[in-house]
């Protein structure tokens, strides 16, 4: 049994008033999209990398000289851009040859003989007149540029303190030889989350939502905490890989629920609504690494304040959808009447099955309706084996008629016996066997009336309406043998589809054509969206600057998507949103680079696209996958779009070739996405597939080039 209208208008019933179900909306949907755009993007600040350039020998480092002077004399340059990884070693003996009235001899225990010779700097810089002070500066910067020798790569770096005061970068000095470990822990990031894809979206399925969730904050927060104090760097990604295991599910499955948890009207929200608050998580991201630019600090204040997210224990439901799915009518129909409650609104016990009953007694009358008839008869031309047996000229006009024919025969004594006899019959026939030994009996009284026929006039018309009984018999016992085969199947597809399991969606073949151009969505969407987030530093323009604007275009990209899903459905809107943030992608190879701001608005508009097609997929990609296997799909659909971000920062890399070539790369993925989004069928005011068998049928003959058919309020 589906359930799938019943749980609809049951939801309806729950919150038609109220306002606890809209704070547990929200609840949802901000535990979906604030801690993880913190967890996923905060890598952005913690692991930047400032300017940085060779630190000048040790001898010169007490020379009070500016930062650009020290790096003028001592490190290469090529056309104005300086070696970020070598450095002039200095001919120590030609130094003190020249300046040998400023060395002084400082106590160092780490030389050979126990002491290193230091310019002394009150003689180089305090002098009584500027002149004096100028010529001695003058001296040094001569002497330096004489002593130099050949470039060698450095050992210890100076940071620029302009934008960041500490990041992971400056403290385990990151760069040069070790540039590769900021990539490699966000690439890790997202190997953790492709294990955590796969094994919470199994316990969600198989232990319920509510569990899972809970099982997630419990883990997530203390590890974000200890995030902060790594120790050493290898550490840090430990903790990341960790967290990473989290992170898909902590936005799919509060995901998951607000959906199966609201009613149909606010289904649509859920994802706009998520991403809404994942981009304004975003923007308070970027302005948290603005005020706070050490990273230690910056790190705790993004993970200290969730500690909140334990009081969650007592806000959030199971999942009615999943209870029914998993047979726990009783245990559904609870967390509705809860949520009822909680809403001023008094549900009787056993609503739930009751609307079960009216949905399926309104089903029949409406499988009945569409039977054909003709002058008011009733027809049976589906049962062809009955109708063959009716004599000729016999009418069933109305259901009075027949309760008045069946109370007239009753009344006749002559017929008492035979009656007596076809009901007890009627009553033993329980296979087809019996009911073939009923039309025989009735051809057999049908036989009989015809000979009386010259004789008698009365007989013939009380027969025919003993046959008109006995047809109705036939065909309600036949009903009522297909009523329950059906049971038994749903029954057995109910108790089957509790077992299911990602892998049995591939006996299907429309869910799993609709499973894999999901999952290829996915990629393409994946690794577009967070390519222009992690891209925006190569842009040119100040990293906070870029990150905020990134959100902040894109909270009216939900907006826009929200209308137009709602009035054109969601594989359109969402086609022509690929399509137009691909151009806008490809389009930034065209712009000469003395344009920089037209590279920026392009890249935001295409940002704003992605975001506002993420934003359509989530609510499709739920609309589309049967609730029985709803988490574990997007789960294994997660872990292969996951497979495709581990390229996103090696993407991002390119830009160190070319810094349109990231954007090329998100142009031509964008499109093809766009174009393979029409082969999905519409899910605009269409019932969630409940079951394996609802989600086959679903969108089975849709046209390829069909668009959303207006209906009248």
Partial sequence: MTWTKELDEAAVLATKKGCWHILLFYL??????????FLVFSQVFTNATPDHWCAPPIELESLAFPDDMLRNMTVP????????????????????????????????????????????????????????????????????????????????????????????????????DNEWLPRTGTTLFWVGSLVGNLFFGWISD??????????????EVPLCILASFPGNYWGYITLRILGGLFFPALYQQPFIL?????????????????????????????????????????????????????????????????????????????????????????????????????????????????????????????????????????????????????NDIENKENFEPRALEIGDLVKKSRSPGDVESLKEEVIRL????????????????????????????????????????????????????????????????????????????????????????????????????????GGAVEIPSYFIAWQCMERYGRRWVLCIFMNIGGLACLCCALVPEAWPWVVVSLAMLGRLCAAASFAVFYVQIGELLPTVVRAQAMGASSVIAGIGLLTVPYIVALASISKYLPLIIMGVLSVMSGVTSLFLPETLNQPLPQTLEDGEVFGRNFKLLSCVERTKD
């Fill in 77 to 176: 340059q090529d056309n104005g851009i300086f070696e970020k990884c070598k450095s002039y070693s200095l001919d120590m003996q030609v130094l003190r040859a020249d300046l040998k009235e400023f060395f002084a001899i400082k106590n160092f225990t780490n030389a050979d003989n126990g002491t290193l010779l230091f310019l002394k700097i009150k003689d180089v810089i305090l002098s009584s007149d500027a002149e004096s002070r100028y010529e001695k500066i003058q001296r040094v910067q001569d002497a330096v540029v004489t002593a130099r020798q050949e470039p060698t790569a450095c050992t210890n770096w100076i940071f620029s303190t302009e934008h960041y005061k500490s990041t992971l970068v400056t403290e385990f000095s990151l760069v040069c």
């Fill in 28 to 37: 949802l949907c901000g535990l979906a999209a604030i801690p993880t755009s």
């Fill in 258 to 406: 607000a959906l199966e948890l609201m009613p149909p009207a606010t289904r649509t929200h859920t994802g706009i609504v998520v991403g809404m608050l994942f981009a304004s998580g975003m923007c308070l991201l970027a302005l948290l690494a603005f005020l706070i630019r050490d990273w230690v600090y910056l790190s705790m204040a993004i993970s200290i304040p969730f500690v909140a997210l334990f009081g969650y224990y007592w806000l959030i439901p199971e999942s009615p959808r999943w209870l029914v799915g998993r047979g726990h009518i009783a245990d559904a129909e609870k967390v509705l009447r809860n949520l009822a409650k909680k809403n001023g609104i008094i549900l009787t016990h056993g609503f739930l099955l009751e609307l079960h009953k009216k949905i399926k007694d309104e089903e029949a009358e409406a499988e009945f309706a569409i039977m054909p008839a003709e002058n008011g008869q009733v027809p049976f031309q589906e049962r062809e084996d009955v109708v063959d047996i009716i004599p000729n000229n016999t009418s069933f006009s109305k259901p009075e008629s027949r309760q008045n024919t069946e």
């Fill in 206 to 219: 198989r232990y319920g939502r509510r569990p899972t969730i809970l099982l997630m904050i419990f883990l």
């Fill in 446 to 549: 049908n036989q009989k009336d015809s000979k009386k026929s010259q004789t008698e006039c009365s007989f013939p018309k009380s027969l025919k309406r003993k046959s008109i009984q006995l047809v109705n018999k036939i065909k309600s016992l036949k009903e009522n043998e297909g009523i329950l085969e059906e049971r038994k199947l749903d029954d057995q597809n109910s108790e089957e589809d509790c077992r299911a399991s990602p892998f049995e969606m591939f006996r299907y073949p429309n869910i799993r054509k609709k499973f894999f151009i999901l999952t290829f969505n996915w990629v393409a969407l994946g690794v577009v969206y967070n390519s222009l987030s992690y891209n925006s530093p190569n842009l040119g323009v100040d990293d906070f600057l870029a990150f905020f604007i």
